[in-house]
């Protein structure tokens, strides 16, 4: 357990959708590589089964995902396909501007924060830090149900 | 630059300077340094040591004249004020339409159409989730839908800017409209705004469409056919906007915008085109920022520097190849979330130093920009903050009103010297091209990006209500503007009933030609876009057909 925990925090930090402004993903995936975490940078417009691919591949505990246009109305979808996929231990943050009244659903398909622009990078870090400790105990909760 | 060797004999200056100086120094012991955006080192009081008026007809000359610092036509906004060209781009094409004619009716003598980010992606409606289409943008696929959108706008009178990458199929159907209508495709005036393919590489969204290669290649058709069949077109946008908003300094901003304008004139040239031909239709658009000064500045030295680039480097004769027409648009990435009121005073600053530039059009954020697409009411506050600045504040009185000012004219010479340095970078690494395919240029931009993030995040650089006077909650921020779902929906099924309705043989047999024609080297692929459209042939068949000859696609995209 204690060697599972030691490995550094792997993060998808993506795109999906349509829109492509890049800015903001780019320094989170920054702040995360400089804290120490393994980030996994894509450029913008993934499928959300290209997501779901990746995050299988990379082994990857907490998935970034900034939207600057509306791509965060197709985040539900996404949160869908990776329990399809077995991979409900793996947290999703969103980034980006999502505004107030479109919070609701995403919250409620399982998104564990929205950060909005002006979040300090301290807040964003220290979060993700955290719930990566969530996503890692989850799975060993699972390893434990299925190892006797 | 010319450096600064002139000394005015001005009795006691020295003397003066240095009391001051003393006094200044007492009061502002502990003061560090001010930096603006490019880097430069502001200082408190600027002299006639700083600049001095001998230089004038070198580096300034009058308005219409070379170097063009002062203006690009005699009488600027004083003759003929800026045009007014607000982005619109929304829902369906019927919804596209209903808020064009009211700003057409309110006296617009431009429109502009900013297509859905489908069709920048190169796919049709009928491929994307449809909670994502026209949110962005207006769902654009076919001359059916350009004719809907454009139903009762009279093309040929006014002109029209569209937000339309290679391979161009919006100008594709506006001529297929045109044809339709009887009108003379020689009459029908514009833009292709976002035919920059290279800013599209480096810093936005669009080059998902097609390889460097293919996109150089057709947007070389793309000049070549606009130069014979639509004169009055401007077929090359220049965009610095995607890169000042990706995070470039307004120095590199400038300095890359230019690099990329002579990248495209040599490749013009190389292909055999007339220099002057060419480069009289070439036009520039870059963002504005909120750091009035130094955009003011980056704008006279981006004149001067072009004006010897067209002449000296370049070749061109005549005169208008030399002057640097430019369409300006408020920064986006200034504006806020948060207290989103405050981007009207924002945006306000932004549209001042772009008309104290000398802009030839201008687009103003509706403060609603950091949220979503403008509704009716923010947007007519985005065109009412231009109707004041000119009736009002009385902008257009004077030509260059900040020309003359030690500090502006001494920050124009700095910015000029930066930006010669950033052109210089990119020459050495063989041009914009071999820069942009290299990443150089991503990655000098990715640097400012960070460094500037890090400076709002320290507290070094303030935004009001992000890293100071923020409030706890803020009842005006207005609910985001979605598209009706219903129309969309009916929009997307009478496309599906087209595709099925139309003649298939036809269909084959124009991409066929166009496939051939990406293959070929003497055969223009535009012109087969345009041939290919007016029998049916979609936006994504059209990319889909050039991405396959041309290659298309970025490694790291997954299917």
């Given at each position: 357990m204690t060697n599972v925990d030691a490995r550094p925090l792997r993060v998808l930090v993506t795109k999906i959708g349509l829109?492509?402004?890049d800015r903001g993903s780019r320094i989170v995936a920054a702040y995360l590589r400089d804290a120490g975490m393994e980030v996994i940078y894509t450029p913008p417009w993934q499928t959300i089964s290209g997501v779901v691919k990746l995050v299988t591949e990379e082994d990857v505990d907490i998935i970034g995902v900034s939207s600057l246009a509306t791509d965060h109305l197709i985040v539900p979808k996404m949160m869908d396909a990776l329990r399809e996929a077995g991979l409900e231990h793996v947290r999703v943050i969103v980034g980006g501007i999502v505004p107030d009244e479109e919070k609701g659903a995403l919250l409620a398909a399982g998104v564990s924060r929205i950060f909005g622009p002006g979040a300090a990078r301290d807040e964003i870090v220290d979060f993700v830090t955290s719930l990566g400790r969530q996503s890692r105990s989850g799975r060993i909760d699972e390893f434990s149900e299925v190892i006797p | 630059m010319t450096e600064i060797a002139i000394q005015l004999p001005l009795p006691g200056f020295e003397q003066a300077q240095g009391e001051w100086r003393s006094q200044y120094s007492r009061q502002m012991r502990d003061e560090t340094p001010i930096r603006n955006r490019s880097g430069i080192e502001i200082q408190p009081l600027y002299s006639p040591r700083d600049w001095s008026g001998e230089r004038y007809l070198d580096d300034l000359g009058f308005p219409g004249q070379f170097p063009f610092t002062r203006g690009i036509y005699p009488s600027m906004h004083r003759g003929r004020t800026w045009t007014q060209r607000q982005l619109i781009g929304l829902g369906t094409p019927e919804d596209y339409n209903k808020r064009v004619r009211r700003i057409i009716e309110a006296g617009a003598t431009a429109i502009s159409l900013l297509p859905c980010c489908s069709g920048f992606r190169g796919i049709d409606c009928d491929e994307v989730d449809p909670v994502l289409l026209g949110t962005c943008g207006t769902v654009i696929n076919t001359t059916d839908h350009m004719d809907r959108a454009l139903d009762g706008v009279p093309i040929g009178e006014i002109s029209t800017a569209m937000n339309d990458p290679s391979p161009f199929t919006l100008l594709a159907f506006t001529l297929g409209v045109a044809r339709r209508r009887g009108?003379?495709?020689?009459?029908v005036t514009g833009t292709s705004n976002q035919s920059d393919y290279i800013s599209h590489f480096i810093a936005n969204h669009q080059f998902y469409r097609l390889s460097l290669p293919g996109s150089r290649r057709v947007l070389l058709d793309h000049i070549d056919f606009c130069r014979r069949h639509v004169p009055n077109w401007n077929p090359v946008s220049v965009v610095g906007q995607h890169m000042q908003q990706a995070g470039a300094t307004p120095a590199e901003t400038m300095g890359f915008t230019l690099s990329t304008a002579i990248q495209y004139a040599e490749d013009c040239i190389a292909r055999g085109m007339d220099v002057d031909d060419v480069l009289r239709r070439f036009t520039f658009f870059f963002d504005i920022s909120i750091s009035l000064f130094e955009e003011v500045a980056k704008f006279r030295a981006g004149r001067r520097i072009w004006a010897r680039i067209a002449r000296d480097?370049?070749?061109?004769?005549?005169p208008a190849c030399w002057r640097f027409k430019f369409h300006g648009q408020t920064s986006g990435v200034d504006l806020t979330q948060q207290q989103p009121l405050n981007n009207i005073a924002r945006v306000s600053i932004q549209a001042m130093a772009g008309i104290l530039s000398g802009l030839q059009s201008l687009h103003t954020d509706a403060y609603d920009e950091a949220i979503a697409c403008p509704s009716e009411e923010t947007a007519r506050i985005a065109v009412a903050t231009q109707n004041i600045l000119r009736?009002?504040?009385?902008?257009?009185?004077?030509?260059?009103?900040?020309?003359?000012s030690y500090y502006i004219e001494r920050l124009t010479d700095q910015m000029e010297a930066e930006i010669e340095g950033v052109i210089a970078k990119i020459d050495a690494a063989g041009g914009m091209y071999k820069a942009a395919e290299a990443g150089l240029v991503q990655t000098m931009i990715g640097e400012s990006a960070l460094a500037f993030q890090e400076q709002v995040d320290s507290g070094e650089r303030k935004i009001v209500g992000v890293n100071?006077?923020?409030?706890?909650?803020?009842?005006?921020?207005p609910p985001a503007d979605r598209p009706d779902a219903e129309a969309m929906h009916r929009h997307v099924e009478g496309f599906k009933a087209f595709k099925r309705e139309r003649s298939q043989n036809q269909v084959a047999r124009a991409l066929d030609a166009l496939a051939r024609a990406a293959n070929s080297t003497d055969e223009n692929t535009f012109e087969k876009v345009v041939e290919a459209v007016e029998v049916g042939v979609t936006h994504g068949e059209v990319v889909g057909c050039l991405r396959r000859e041309l290659g298309f696609g970025h490694p790291l995209i997954l299917a």
């Open positions: 829109d492509g402004h | 009108i003379d495709w020689r009459s480097r370049l070749g061109a004769k005549d009736e009002e504040a009385r902008l257009c009185d004077v030509i260059d009103p900040l020309g003359g100071c006077y923020r409030i706890e909650e803020d009842p005006t921020v």
